[in-house]
C-alpha cells in the first residue's frame, strides 16, 4: 500500500489501521529518506528498507544499485520477512 499522509492514516480508527496494517502479516515498507520513521507502521516484526543518506550524484537507478535499492533486494527482504513469519 502507499502512505502519502500519516497525520491522516493515524487519525483512523484503531480498527480501520489495524485491517490495513494487520499485525499478524509482515510489513515491509521502503523509503528513499528517512527509514527510521516507517518502524511505527511495520511493527516489531516488519522490516524497513531504505536509504538514510542523501547527496549522492548520478541517474537515479544507478545511486539506487549502489545503495541497495533495488527489484531485488526488495525482493530478497520480503522473502526473508514471509520466512520468519512462517516460523513463528
Known amino acids: 500500500m502507499s502512505m502519502p499522509n500519516c497525520a491522516e492514516f493515524d487519525r483512523q ?16 515498507a521502503i ?7 516507517w518502524r511505527a507502521y ?13 547527496g549522492e550524484s548520478a541517474p537515479a537507478a544507478q545511486v539506487a544499485a549502489a545503495l541497495g535499492l ?7 527482504r520480503a522473502r526473508a520477512l514471509v520466512r520468519g513469519a ?3
Open 13 to 28: 480508527t484503531p480498527e480501520y489501521r489495524g485491517a490495513v496494517l494487520p499485525r499478524a502479516l509482515p510489513v515491509l
Open 31 to 37: 523509503e528513499a529518506g528517512v527509514s527510521g520513521f
Open 42 to 54: 511495520t511493527g516489531f516484526d516488519g522490516d524497513v528498507l531504505g536509504i538514510d543518506r542523501f
Open 70 to 76: 533495488t527489484r531485488e533486494a526488495v525482493c530478497e
Open 86 to 88: 512462517r516460523s513463528r
